[in-house]
């Protein structure tokens, strides 16, 4: 039998390539797929990585053999699926490891409408089929099988976006883009095309091998090129992508980062312009600025866990116009709920173009705090560590304790979140204060507790 267990993670499935997850695994899933969602018809789309057409097209057979006819897109970026899912009305799947190393590929799946297949929506009952098939044999294949066909969206997906956020009209910008070698070099030249925008591309050649860098620019060392680039070339602003291209991660003109919490204020203001008196979802690691701003904008802020899958249930269950996360994820209510790196960098892109300040000078309304970022800790006892940190703060004069996800303590002037990892023996550790000083001490006083 096949040890999924290392495979199927919580909301999509990796594995090193081919040693846990091969054709014939990806055939099995790909009708798992079909018979859980009860499709009569699917859409399916793939990164650069060398594994990815193989797996993809092993999918489709399997999902054509349980009677489903597939739409194959091909290259895409994972945001650009979701749109094929939204708008043709199709469960979807993404072969793409992400911001992974390039041994590794994976599976993201969706409902109709670009809706999450979680642990409780799907992802349980595609596992239990894969695996008892994995032992049993596959079923018969149906008597009429589905159709596999090809279908290019690249061009319906760039028109799409650009009828959210109109960039014809701002000053002409400098921009570098870094993709990494991942799917940002296929969607970007399209959706740019035309704009005032004067493109230096970086690494734009599709290569799964990743030989610049890996693609997660939320890692510092990733940004490296990025940064230097535009110090260099004197550009207004540096994006960054990462593999699948469904998170962007923006540097100023002067190579700084700017918080993925900056952004979310900033288009978070940007959408309350246009739907006065809507909710904004944020997960509760993003900053002390972010319901600020939402409320000063006429917003209602809704705080939750980290996670799409909580975020895109907690958008449709308020009619949420848009949602943000600590890790560059954004979610627009216009984009079925789903998130898109491609379309918040176009809202930067027209917040900066629509004034003639510098992007430093625009977000610096936005970043309002200092924050530590999330730093990791190795611990043998995540529930024991847990429950220290909650005796050593329990009961102090103003201070306030929850347990949305992980531990949240608050207090006036700072606050704190630990979460322990789902998938390795980690806690990760967030904090923010009004000055650096008091970050630095509550850092140092919660990373005591943890490491002890």
């Given amino acids: 039998m096949t040890d999924l267990s290392q495979i199927v993670k919580a909301y999509d499935v990796r594995g090193v390539v081919p040693t846990q997850w091969d054709e014939p695994l990806a055939e099995l899933f790909g009708a798992a797929f079909v018979e859980v969602t009860a499709a009569d018809a699917i859409v399916i789309g793939h990164d650069m990585r060398p594994s990815s057409p193989g797996l993809s097209g092993a999918f489709a057979r399997g999902a054509a053999a349980r009677g489903a006819d597939v739409t194959e897109i091909g290259l895409c970026s994972t945001d650009e699926l979701y749109f094929a899912s939204g708008s043709l009305g199709l469960p979807g799947a993404m072969f793409t490891a992400s911001h992974n190393p390039a041994q590794y590929n994976g599976i993201k799946m969706c409902r109709a409408g670009a809706a999450p297949v979680g642990q409780d929506t799907g992802l349980a009952d595609i596992r239990a089929r894969v695996e008892r098939w994995s032992d049993e044999g596959a079923p018969a294949p149906v008597a009429e099988p589905g159709t596999v066909t090809r279908r290019d969206v690249l061009g319906d997906y760039a028109a799409h976006l650009r009828g959210l956020v109109d960039l014809s009209g701002i000053r002409p910008l400098k921009v570098v883009v870094d993709a990494g070698n991942g799917m940002g070099g296929h969607t970007v030249p399209t959706v740019f095309a035309g704009l005032p925008l004067e493109l230096d591309a970086m690494y734009f050649e599709l290569d799964g091998s990743f030989p610049h860098h890996e693609a997660n620019p939320l890692d510092p060392k990733n940004i490296v090129d990025l940064q230097a680039r535009v110090r260099e070339t004197g550009a207004d602003l540096g994006l960054a992508f990462d593999g699948d291209a469904d998170r962007c991660f923006v540097v100023d003109e ?118 530590s970022g999330e730093i990791n800790s190795t611990v043998d006892d995540q529930t024991g560590r847990l429950a220290a940190i909650k005796t050593a703060y329990q009961g102090r004069d103003g201070i306030t304790l929850d347990e949305l996800d992980g531990l949240t303590v608050t207090a006036d002037d700072w606050w704190f979140n630990v979460r322990a990892s789902n998938t390795e023996p980690l806690l990760r550790l967030n904090v923010e204060a009004r000055d650096t000083a008091t970050a630095d001490r509550i850092r140092d006083e919660a990373l005591a507790i943890i490491r002890a």
């Fill in 254 to 371: 002067n190579g700084d980062p700017v918080s993925p919490s900056a952004i979310t204020a900033l288009v978070a203001a940007r959408e309350l312009a246009k739907h006065p008196g809507g909710t904004v979802i944020h997960n509760l690691i993003t900053s002390w600025s972010v319901p600020e701003v939402v409320r000063e904008s006429g917003g209602e802020p809704v705080r939750t866990r980290v996670g799409h899958s909580f975020i895109k249930e907690e958008m449709a269950t308020t009619g949420a116009i848009f949602g943000g996360e600590h890790s560059a994820h954004y979610y627009f209510r216009d984009f079925w709920n789903a998130d898109t790196g491609m379309l918040a960098a176009m809202h930067v892109l027209a917040a900066l173009g629509g004034q003639q300040g510098p992007l430093s000078q625009l977000v610096a309304q936005y970043d309002r705090y200092a924050a």
